[in-house]
């Protein structure tokens, strides 16, 4: 099961380093086997300062976003290379606040997860529909057609970890019902592994707080949860990762 923080762009470095240090303690209390994973993307200018926090830790970095060139005269990005040297080992791609405000599209997330592989990373590749393609009824087309797209710009493999994240669900404090999540994650599965990915994890992402985590964690068509505001509040955390291990170990 993955547990993933999306800090986005919340917090100084002083509230950084001990979140990440009251973070590392409480995973550290888990039992040590690797049936949950949990990764945090804090923001990239923190990643060098907790990554000593996390070393020795079973806690994992990873970065929010990458650019899909290793090098060169790209001012303002960071390439995945120097990500994965800054100490992270997952990429959040295609963000729906990257699709939406970057006016990031398919074909450049697809090269950003490709980079990521390249550069020894693995991307946790974000899907979801907008409200008004969910009113119309066409959000599972929209879902695969992103997925197609982007699975023909990775190449082969046999595992990729997938967030379905619908938009309208994103720092909404709204969560879809079960069924709606359940369906989605359900088809995502379905459809990456008629494309040859043999072992695909499906997270969900939207909303996700303490008090729903344990009934979405339940569902059999989750491997885990992307989840942002409540990934800074340290009590909201704890009870998600709480469900995490009540799940797991009972
Ligand atoms: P949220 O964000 O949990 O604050 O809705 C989720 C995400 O951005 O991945």
Redesign the pocket.
């Known amino acids: 099961m993955y547990l993933v923080g ?1 800090w ?1 762009m919340i917090g100084d470095r002083a509230y950084a380093r001990r979140h990440m240090s009251a973070i590392t303690l409480a995973v550290r209390a888990m039992p040590q086997d690797d049936r949950i994973t949990v990764i945090h993307c804090p923001p990239a200018i923190w990643l060098t300062d907790l990554a000593a926090i996390t070393q020795k830790s079973p806690v994992v970095l990873g970065a929010q976003d990458c650019h899909y060139e290793a090098k060169g005269a790209f001012t303002g990005d960071l390439s995945p290379y120097m990500l994965r040297e800054a100490g992270c080992r997952y990429v959040i791609v295609g ?3 990257r699709r939406t405000m970057h006016h990031e599209g398919d074909t450049l997330i697809g090269r950003k997860a490709r980079a990521a592989i390249e550069a020894g990373m693995q991307p946790i590749l ?1 899907v979801g529909e907008s409200a008004q393609q969910r009113h119309d009824g066409r959000y599972l087309d929209i879902i695969t057609q992103q997925l197609d797209h982007i699975l023909s710009l990775i190449g082969e493999r046999n595992t990729l970890l997938i ?1 379905y ?1 619908p938009m309208w ?4 404090g709204r969560t879809p019902h079960m069924e709606e999540i359940d369906e989605v994650c359900t088809i995502i599965r379905y459809h990456v592994k008629n494309r040859g990915i043999l072992a695909p994890s499906v997270l969900y ?4 707080r303490g008090c729903n985590s344990s009934e979405i964690l339940n569902l059999s068509s989750v491997d885990g949860v ?6 800074t509040q340290l009590h909201e955390w704890t009870e998600i990762m709480k469900a995490a291990i009540d799940i797991t170990y009972s």
């Not at 669900?169 to 909404?172: D, E, H, N, V």
């Open positions: 999306n986005k963000h729906s606040e974000c967030a994240e669900a994103i720092g909404a992402g939207g909303s996700v992307l989840v942002g505001l409540a990934s």
